[in-house]
């Protein structure tokens, strides 16, 4: 089977110096991506700037904004069996780009306006192809399940994976997670906290005996 996954964080330029972005290290859609390698399938994994290093049997595409993940994953999506989008992406993205280094000379306080990006998830819930299993992530710091259920019926998703990501020790930037998967056909599997690595070996699992 051949899987679409992405990983890492987004950056939106603010100068050729600042950037905003997110917490994500990547860890875990790596991990997920090297799960399916690991079963034998195809994997394209798209990733934002991580200090991780490629995986040698993915085809790789870098990328650094969330307009650059939206134009890879757009080309990629149609010829993938399942979608697994595990990067973290910028919900904004500033109005204005400065072209020259924005001195702080002058200026006691700074307004940055920010304007939204593409919603990528959202696109793929709208364009899903016949029997593609389409996979979003649900890093919440309240009203975990809550939020992650709503986001699975507002995004047209068959699976979304939650977690907690004001637990010390787990999600962003650890090597460990705790997460719990629920599907549009009502399953809900919680796992507790291990290493990305062996999640993402439960993951992959959950989904191809999906797909069966």
């Known amino acids: 089977m051949k899987f679409l996954i992405t990983a890492g964080p987004t950056r939106e330029s603010i100068d050729p110096v600042r950037f905003l972005t997110n917490r994500s290290s990547g860890k875990m859609g790596y991990a997920i991506a090297n799960a399916a390698i ?29 307009e650059d993940m939206y134009q890879a994953v757009s080309a ?68 975990i399940i809550a939020n992650a259920r709503e986001k699975l019926k507002r995004k047209n998703l068959d699976w979304i994976i939650a977690n907690n990501i004001s637990t010390t020790g787990l999600g962003f930037q650890s090597d460990n997670n705790a997460i719990t998967m ?23 699992q959950v989904l191809l005996k999906d797909e069966d």
């Open 182 to 204: 629920i599907s549009r056909k009502g399953q809900t599997l919680e796992y507790r906290p291990q290493a990305k690595m062996d999640l993402g070996r439960k993951i992959i």
């Open 38 to 66: 690991e079963q034998g399938h195809k994997v394209v994994l798209i990733s934002g700037i991580v200090s991780l290093p490629p995986l040698e049997n993915a085809r790789m595409l870098f990328i650094e904004s969330a």
């Open 76 to 143: 990629e999506y149609k010829s993938a069996d399942i979608v697994i989008m595990s990067a973290a992406v910028a919900d904004f993205t500033p109005v204005k780009y400065y072209s020259h280094k924005f001195k702080k000379s002058g200026h006691d306080n700074l307004i940055l306006e920010l304007k939204k990006t593409v919603d990528i998830l959202g696109f793929l819930g709208q364009n899903k192809k016949d029997g593609q299993l389409l996979v979003g992530f649900a890093a919440e710091s309240e009203n």
